[in-house]
Nanobody, 115 residues
Framework: QVQLVSSGGGLVQPGGSLTLSCVAS????????STWYRQAQGKEREWVAD????????SYIDSVKGRFTISRDNSKNTVYLQMDSLQPEDTAVYYC????????WGRGIQVTVSS
C-alpha cells in the first residue's frame, strides 16, 4: 500500500521555525523526485521546493529561497522541509509529492504562522 505520511506542522510565531517530514512507503522512494507544495486558504496550490531522486539537486520558489531547505534521507524513505524565518504569508496546508513512473501525494498538513 502506497503511503506518504506527513508530520511536523503546527502553529508558530513569525520568525520561528518548523520542520516538516514526509515518510514514504509502498514504492521505491529513492528513485522518485520529491516535492513540497502548499495551498493557502482561498488560493491555488503552489509548488514550493523539490529535490532530485539520486542527486540532491534542489530548487525553490523565490519567496522561500534562503529560508526553506528541502532535503531527503533515502535510507529512511523521508523528505524534509526545514522552514526558518517563517512569515504569516507562509500559512498554508503543505503537501508532499513523489513523482516518478507514477505520482503520489501525501495528505496535507497545516502550518500556521501567527502571533
Amino acid at each position: 500500500q502506497v503511503q506518504l505520511v506527513s508530520s511536523g506542522g503546527g502553529l508558530v510565531q513569525p520568525g520561528g521555525s518548523l520542520t516538516l517530514s514526509c515518510v514514504a512507503s509502498g514504492f521505491p522512494f529513492s528513485t522518485y523526485t520529491s516535492t513540497w507544495y502548499r495551498q493557502a486558504q482561498g488560493k491555488e496550490r503552489e509548488w514550493v521546493a523539490d529535490i532530485g531522486a539520486t542527486e540532491p539537486v534542489t530548487s525553490y520558489i523565490d519567496s522561500v529561497k534562503g529560508r526553506f531547505t528541502i532535503s531527503r534521507d533515502n535510507s529512511k524513505n523521508t523528505v524534509y522541509l526545514q522552514m526558518d524565518s517563517l512569515q504569516p504569508e507562509d500559512t498554508a496546508v503543505y503537501y508532499c509529492k513523489a513523482a516518478g513512473p507514477k505520482t503520489y501525494w501525501g495528505r496535507g498538513i497545516q502550518v500556521t504562522v501567527s502571533s
